[in-house]
Every structure is written in C-alpha cells, then in structure tokens.
C-alpha cells in the first residue's frame, strides 16, 4: 500500500492532537476548509472515518485513536532530523557570538565587523552588547565562564586579568574634551581649557561605561588643567555615553569622553579633539578567550588586535603623552 499524501497526514495529526480543524489550520498556516479537505483526502484513502464530527468538537474513533500516536512520533523524528541537519550546517560554517559592552559594541566595533565579514565570509557573526562586559558590572568570578556570558569571546573594559581565560590588551583609555569642529571658531573659540567657561559642559552619569572608578569626571579633567573657577557640575545629563557624543556632534556642548568611542565622528569631521590633555583611566579594553580557542575565536582575536594596532584615535592626543590620572 502506497503512503498517503504527507499532506493529509499532517492535517490529520494536528486534527487529531488538538481535536480542532480550526486550531489545527492555525498551527499549519492554512485555512479551517484546507484542513477539512485534506482529512477527506486520507478518510476516503483508508476507506474509513478517523473523526465523529460532533457540532462543537471533535472526537476520534478507534481508528483515528490507533493512527495519531505513530504519526505524531513520525513527524517528531522529521522535524528532529531537520534540525540536526541544520545544527550541523551553522556549525560547519562557522558560528561566532561575540559580546561587548554597548558602548564599544556600537560605536567602535559593529563600524568594522564588515570588513572582518569580507575576509572570513563562512564564519557567522553574532554581536551582542551587555552590561556585565564591563568589571563594574561583574568584578570577580570563579567560574571561568562568568566572563563570557555565553559567547564564545569577550571585550572586556575592566582590569585586564581574567581567571582561567586569555586576555590580550586592546586598548588603553584616555579621556579628554571633544566637541563640533564649529566650537574651535566662532565667537568663543576653544583654544584653551580656559575658553571651556564660554561653553556648555555635557555630563555622563548611570552609564554602565562611566561606572568604572578609574572613569574620570569635568571635575578632575579642570583640576589637571589649571582650571579652577568653571563649575563642572553644570550643563545638560545623559545616561549613556552614546547620546552625549551625539551632542556633541550636533554642537549641543562640549563632552568629556574617550576619542576611541567617538573614533567614527572624529574620523568623518563631525568631531573634534580641541586639547592635547587627556587623563587615562586605570581600567583597559580586552579581549578574552578561553585557554584553548576554535580557529574561528582565534582567527576573530588576530583580526581585532591588528585593527586595534591601526586605530589612529587610541594614540595619545597632539603626540603627547597622557597625564596619569587616579580618582582621589
């Protein structure tokens, strides 16, 4: 005896597991009158009834009752070997989950992971920003695998020391002014730390980034400059680092932050980098990965620390050296 259509089968099964045509032809996709059809189709192909057609519900008779059992492990077995297959395709290509804070995740990283993408194409990029990728958020664990939070490599901005992983340094962080091109002209040009009273100070606070100890304020940046009659707790307050440096780019103020973080703006003339003087920060950015890596973590590692090497924007700024800044 030839297999009736799959077809039939499958409206049959979901007929008969939810003992509703109508919630059955939701599950597939297809109207309650498909489904219908198709039960007709098996019935008349089996020469006997699988339902008592009630008004409001359905009921299964012997033979439906003996056939649903066997069809439902069928298309279990089908649907387990899809997926099995499917599993092994993304792994033969090469999946790669990486996490980041949301800062560098955004504003540094996702700008170049297309150009990784040319160069690698068979491995599959998945990015994800969290909060527990900065040590201010997650300081000391035990278990190795705290650290990654589920991906397969980490970019850490934190101590630089990992517990049963590797890390190797990205980059340090300085923190300096950065504002609209427009503001080194004009009426009050910035020219001096001085010429920052003429200007509107933007703040970061509650910022996952800014919660690090080692992160420095206005407040320390005019005491290291000489400036001691500016208020720095005026101006506008953004929760995230992202949302000042876009201010900033629309000449809103003038922020405090780190140029790596604001590297695309600088680099398309949207920002600016008035002063030499910038405070680096005691925590760094890492990258970490397990002590014993798959070719696509080590490949993705090489990658990202040649591009770190070449980012023009983690040099010290004016070709100074930054001042060693500790909180007080």
């Known amino acids: 005896m030839r297999i009736p259509p799959l077809n039939a089968l499958r409206a049959f099964e979901a007929s008969a597991r939810l003992l509703s045509m ?15 059809q198709q039960i007709k189709i098996l019935e008349d192909r089996l020469g006997m009834a699988l339902f008592v057609r009630l008004p409001r519900r359905l009921e299964l008779t012997e033979a439906g009752a003996m056939l649903l059992p066997s069809l439902t492990r069928a298309f279990a077995a089908i649907e387990l070997a899809v997926e099995e297959l499917e599993t092994r395709k993304s792994a033969k290509r090469g999946r790669l989950m990486i996490g ?23 491995i599959e990029l998945q990015l994800a920003t969290r909060t527990t990728m900065s040590d201010s958020v997650l300081r000391v664990s035990e278990n190795p695998d705290d650290w990654f939070q589920g991906c397969d490599v980490a970019i ?84 995230q680092i992202s949302l000042a440096i876009e201010a900033a780019a629309d000449q809103m103020g003038v922020v ?44 993705f590692c090489n990658w990202l620390l040649a591009e770190a090497a070449a980012e023009v924007w983690a040099k010290p700024m004016g070709g100074l050296e930054p001042l060693r800044w500790m909180p007080l």
Request: proline share 10%.
């Open 256 to 299: 405090l932050a780190a140029p790596l973080l604001a590297a695309r703006e600088l680099s398309r003339g949207r920002l600016a980098v008035p002063f030499s003087l910038s405070l680096t920060m005691r925590s760094v950015y890492s990258i970490v990965h397990p002590l014993h890596p798959s070719p696509e973590v080590e490949a």
């Open 22 to 36: 109508q919630a059955a032809a939701q599950e597939l996709f297809v109207t309650p009158a498909a489904v219908s």
């Open 156 to 239: 850490r901005f934190g101590a630089g020391a990992y517990r049963g992983c590797v890390a190797r340094k990205l980059f340090s962080m300085a923190s300096t002014p950065i504002c609209h091109p427009a503001l080194l002209d004009g009426r009050h040009p910035l020219r001096a730390p001085d010429d920052l009273r003429h200007h509107t100070l933007l703040h970061v606070r509650n910022d996952v980034a800014q919660m690090d100890t080692g992160w420095p304020g206005w407040r320390d940046w005019l005491k290291a400059a000489g400036v001691d009659d500016i208020d720095p707790r005026k101006g506008p307050v953004f929760n």
């Open 100 to 122: 980041a804070s949301p800062g560098f995740g955004s504003h540094w990283l996702l700008p170049r992971l297309n150009a990784f993408h040319e160069l690698y194409p068979h």
